[in-house]
């Protein structure tokens, strides 16, 4: 039986990210070895391990017997940090109320919905990319800084209501909330737990005065929909509109950032498919999913099972903590034939990157849709593209996130 030492990767730690990226070669192990694996090397709570494409799949789809409460990370340290005193999100929900907020909201986000407001999202995205690119035959340039940060800060700024002055704000607090185990991110004199709670009062905040405003003068902003929203009859409890604004800003925000750097870091080692798709600009939605799979920006989720549950010959004990690992279950080697190549032609590509099942994106094609934006009006241009330094990765085992992606490049004339 494999023990944890062997691995030498401390799945659940934030630091082993920061350092070394994802796992690739730990997962690989075990999706061949031990794919339903205890893994009790660890200060914090031991989990089960889920690697595999058809197990994350399977445990997504019975939402009823794998909760998304209590928790929905594992947490590496003996003192679990716990956020009791704010309202549960959209995914800390389980059903029956999962499934009335979800509607709540969802029909905000379909593809139907979104064509009303292309329009606007490409000339936000459009805008940020000529800002780099206009009047430019070459330049260095930290794409984070510069695309994949203020693109989906912008958009979703622009799309709960909150004025352009205060976007900045949006991505402190995504920063500081998602990266709360970054040095970086982390308020200083203050521990994860503590760093991540006094942001999330910052936010609760904001967002207090400015539903204030939404309620007397509606528009067709999200926020202004949150104040109108009503469960089981009454009017949503103000906690629960705080946890609306809260999840959007958080969840729209750090995963499509990633998702935008993490392909833009496969197109650079990958020139090939830049031509690829300056010669058939028809995949760009396939470059889109590659990239999505490639980058698998959410590491992981947990699960919490109602009772106990026989995986590959395991039992999984009722109440034991399940980790799936997005990033593993898209690089499995029984799903695509070639997993550990970036290639944006591929004609099926069933990548869990936005997960499965009850709790799929909400955002994914709003997501999309920015990367879309993002690549369709940058690539074209690219004639020579290299990195021009080291890419820093994020302390977080929850968003594999890249918080610099210098890259030098050279333009083709428009
Ligand atoms: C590339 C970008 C994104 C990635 C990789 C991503 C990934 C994910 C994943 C893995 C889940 C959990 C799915 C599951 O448990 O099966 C999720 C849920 C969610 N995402 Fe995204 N997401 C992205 C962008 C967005 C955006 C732009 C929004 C903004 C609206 C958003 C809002 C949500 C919400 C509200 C949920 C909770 C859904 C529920 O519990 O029913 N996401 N996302």
């Not at 709540?104 to 490409?122: C, D, N, Q, V």
């Not at 909400?362 to 074209?380: C, I, Q, T």
Request: overall charge negative; aromatic content about 10%.
């Amino acid at each position: 039986m494999a023990t944890d030492r062997q691995f030498g990767f401390n799945l659940v730690d934030p630091a082993h990210y920061a350092k070394h990226g994802y796992p690739h070669d730990t997962w690989t192990k075990l999706r061949a070895e031990d794919p339903v694996y205890r893994w009790t090397e660890t200060e914090g709570m031991p989990f089960w391990a889920i690697t595999k494409h058809a197990d994350v799949t399977e445990i997504s789809k019975q939402p009823d017997i794998f909760l998304n409460g209590p928790r929905l990370t594992i947490s590496h340290l003996a003192e679990e940090p716990r956020m009791d005193a704010f309202p549960d999100t959209l995914i800390q929900m389980d059903n029956p109320k999962h499934r009335a907020f979800r509607k709540m909201i969802s029909s905000r986000f379909t593809p139907r919905a979104l064509k009303k407001i292309h329009g606007p999202i490409e000339q936000i995205g459009k805008e940020i990319v000529d800002a780099l690119i206009v009047d430019k035959e070459e330049g260095e340039v930290d794409f984070v800084e510069a695309v994949s940060a203020p693109l989906p800060i912008a958009v979703i700024g622009w799309l709960l209501g909150v004025p352009k002055s205060d976007w900045p704000l949006l991505f402190d607090w995504t920063n500081k909330i998602i990266g709360a185990s970054d040095p970086d991110f982390q308020q200083q004199g203050k521990d994860v737990m503590e760093s991540a709670q006094s942001t999330m009062i910052e936010l609760f905040t904001y967002f207090s005065k400015l539903v204030e405003e939404k309620r007397k003068k509606p528009d067709d902003n999200l926020v202004s929909l949150f104040t109108q929203l009503e469960f089981e009859g009454k009017p949503l409890d103000p906690m629960d509109v705080l946890a609306w604004c809260l999840i959007i800003v958080v969840a729209g925000n750090e995963t499509t950032r990633n998702a935008t750097s993490g392909g833009m870091l496969a197109f650079v080692e990958n020139p090939g498919e830049i031509r690829k798709l300056q010669s058939d600009p028809s995949l760009l939605s396939a470059s889109v999913e590659e990239a999505v799979r490639w980058t698998s920006p959410i590491i992981h989720f947990a699960r919490t099972p109602t009772r106990d549950y026989e995986l590959r010959g395991k039992t999984i004990k009722k109440d034991e903590s399940v980790a799936l690992f997005y990033g593993s279950a898209n690089r499995d080697e029984e799903v695509w034939e070639d997993p550990f190549t970036f290639r944006i032609d591929r004609g099926k590509n069933p990548h869990l990157g936005f997960g499965i099942g009850e709790h799929f994106c909400v955002g994914s094609h709003l997501a999309r849709l920015e990367m879309a934006v993002a690549y369709k009006h940058l690539l074209p241009r690219i004639e020579e593209i290299e990195l021009a330094g080291p890419v820093e990765r994020l302390q977080s085992a929850l968003v594999g996130g890249v918080k610099k992606l210098p890259i030098r490049y050279k333009l083709r004339p428009a």
